[in-house]
């Protein structure tokens, strides 16, 4: 029997690896999911918990019916990845630094601001809100996302 589990996750909206937590059920508790080659996993509140075990066969059937909700988590950086954050002093040829993720007290307040994104014209932001920004202005080049970013943190 051919496996299509990845293309489940593809039509569900997500990747094969790719975290996610379930609306619609209040017995979760900030549990999160992803989908392997074979199947739906589950893990606890963390989402950099190593323990994934097998979901219940109900969590895939109510997402597939549609009584269940998948909701994307933000994108964070793994240690030593590269990513973007505004640019303090903006000049023509660049809007936004690149850093590496070290997960120290600066890299946690620029996620928790929503200005950790992973390509410098603002794609897939720390920050839904700015996630949403980004796609409805992405002929922009980024610049918009970026000074609405920036304003926000600078507050």
Known sequence: MANHIAGVA???GVEVGEVFQIDK????????????NNDLQLSGANVDNDTWVVANDNRLLGLLYGSLSIRKLPWKPKMNEE????????????????LRW????????????????MTRGGGHCSDKEDAE???????TGGEREWIIKWQRFSM
Request: glycine content about 4%; hydrophobic content about 30%.
């Open 10 to 12: 593809k039509l569900l």
């Open 25 to 36: 059920d209040p017995t979760l508790n900030g549990c999160v999911f992803r989908f392997s």
């Open 83 to 98: 990513f973007y954050v505004p640019c303090i002093h903006y000049t023509d040829s660049s809007m936004a630094t690149k």
């Open 102 to 117: 070290r997960d120290d007290n600066a890299d946690n307040k620029f996620y928790q601001f929503g200005i950790v994104c």
């Open 133 to 139: 920004i980004s796609r409805e202005n992405n002929d």
